[in-house]
């Protein structure tokens, strides 16, 4: 059975997937409820959440893999930058790619992996940090956090799915009350479909803010060096696109979206690529004319990737903020707020300015 069989079985509309999501039902129904009493003994105090070091964003998802979590508290954590903040970004580390990614997109920021969130939040405060980012941390109540940011990716949402395993969520969708800020993110769905998700969400009784961003490819660029390819090199090209990540088709999506004929070698989320990976990806990409794979991927690969091999490239992706721009400003604003000896003004810019290093899109008006 292929690496991707859960994504068939959690959004396919086969007859095989909806008896399989049949068969997982109960094991589901067990899951739901595991979840939901962890959360009531949170909600009564019985189970305690404790104060980090910091001031705390946390960005997380209800599902699994894809929303976007990495670039969107990649992002934040640069608007945090331009404020004169000094974020962290604290992660698990699981699959070491994470904090390498991190690293590679704001090299400026602190960037602590540690599967103890609060004692990682300790050691970003002694390596000078004065507010922290937890990418991936919607279901990890024992840290209190200022802000708490849940994505739901337009492609992948669904009415009625199931706790896992026979559908994506980790816990249930009643947990989206406890979100401050909703952000829907999109990578090859329309603008339009993710607008009609966020209304959704809304109609359902979300009531946090809602917000709307974008995760567009802006170019290529080289593995080993600078060079930088803009997307119009995708263009008719015969592409070998390589993704570990949790939804590798959204992926192969932009790059035929951008004219790319695709040859598409799936991993699981966090494969630890070995040497016979390498080796049979060089092979099928001499026949390429391209070779083309995520960040995340990239920070893996190139130091297993020959110098006979052919290029390997990789898609630079930008987050662009298409509604909500008020409410990610008014949301960073409460961290940067939060933070000891922080002055009354900081973080007190509004949403196009300088200051904030935020610009909004001209769909954003």
Known sequence: MSDRWPERVWYDDSLSSRLARGALAPLSWAYAGGTALRNRLYDSGTLESCRPALPVLAVGNLSVGGTGKTPVAAWAAARLLEAGARPAIVLRGYGGDEPLVHQRLNPWAVVVADADRLRGVERARAEGADCAILDDAFQHRRIQRIEDWLLVAAEQWRPGQRCL???PLRESAAAVARASLIVVTRKSSPREQAERVAAKLAAGGAGAPLAIVHLAPDGLRR????????LTRLNGARVLAIAAIGAPGEFFAQLRAHGARVDEAA???HHSFEGRDVQSLTTRGAARELVVCTLK???????????NGPELWYVSQTAVVEHGADALDTSLTNL????V??????????PDSRDHGYRSSPADQ
């Open 165 to 167: 395993p026979a559908g």
């Open 223 to 230: 593995v080993r060096g600078d060079s930088f390819a803009p």
């Open 267 to 269: 991993y699981r989320d």
């Open 297 to 307: 991927d990239a920070v893996k690969l190139a130091p297993l990737w020959p110098q």
């Open 336 to 339: 940067l707020a939060a933070r």
């Open 341 to 350: 000896g922080a002055p009354p003004t900081a973080g007190s810019a509004g």
